[in-house]
């Protein structure tokens, strides 16, 4: 198996796990919405997941994609990214805090390294006396794809 198959695959299993440690069972939905999750390097939003899971599980409810996605965000396992026309993101492939760079008009989403910003966050906090618990940053602008479009 591939490490990086074998990384998301460990991640998948201590999810499920925290999973039931909280009470939770494990559902062929849920695991599908996790994979989903984990897999989509495309920051999909609640109705993408929901329109993917039910491909496998017609039944599943919108609100068992609502409950399971909260979860996983009061885990610390996926990061909601609110753009500001559109409903929410979600990103669960990459787990680590990143930046992200979003286009206005069509929605794209593109992670950044970690690293691109240097030392400001820690700069920035040091010079108001604040001690650093995190941060996140978003850049907005328009991709070259959708500058192509506009001059059409």
Known sequence: MDDKVQVKQNRIDNIMT???????????????IVDILIQDANHPTVEQVYQKVRNDFPMTSRAT???TIGLLKDMGEISELNISNSSSHYDGFNSEKHPHLVCNCCNEIIDLAEDVFGQVPQEAV???GYILQGHYVTI?????KCQELSKS
């Not at 925290?18 to 599908?32: D, E, S, V």
């Not at 907005?140 to 070259?144: A, L, N, S």
């Open 18 to 32: 925290r999973f039931k440690g909280l009470g939770y069972r494990i559902t062929p939905q849920r695991m599908a």
């Open 65 to 67: 994609v609502y409950k």
């Open 126 to 128: 040091q010079q108001h």
């Open 140 to 144: 907005y602008g328009i991709c070259p």
